[in-house]
């Protein structure tokens, strides 16, 4: 059964910076196509896929984060990580992984606010 652990997250200012970690059990983790997917805090906000890197290791972001945030991950680990740099208010939310499918069991996620 695959489990994910995301933690990292936190409050910080506009211009701020985080980094978040998932751990991943139960799975092949090299054989993956990780995702960092974010839930807005308003009232119909869909879950947004903000970053992954497939397996071969090619970066993809939304147009929302590129140049702000870096997705990586460790083998070894088993952990992907996403660096958030120029934090913005808009990047308020819910931060989960999972597979670039979605077919995994989500996580609890780890929350990020950006506020003033």
């Known amino acids: 059964q695959v489990q994910l652990v995301e933690s990292g997250g936190g409050t910080v200012q506009p211009g701020g910076s985080l980094r978040l970690s998932c751990t991943a059990s139960g799975v092949i983790f090299a054989s993956v196509t990780w995702g960092w997917y974010r839930q807005g805090e308003h009232p119909g906000d869909q879950r947004e896929l903000v970053?992954?890197?497939?397996?071969?290791?090619?970066?993809n972001y939304a147009d929302s984060v590129k140049g702000r945030f870096t997705i990586s991950r460790n083998y070894a680990q088993k952990t992907v990580f996403l660096q958030m740099n120029d934090l913005k208010p808009e990047d308020t939310g819910v931060y989960y992984c999972?597979?670039?499918?979605?077919?995994?069991?989500w996580g609890q996620g780890t929350q990020v606010t950006v506020s003033s």
């Open positions: 970053a992954h890197v497939t397996s071969g290791g090619t970066l």
């Open positions: 999972n597979s670039v499918y979605g077919n995994f069991a």
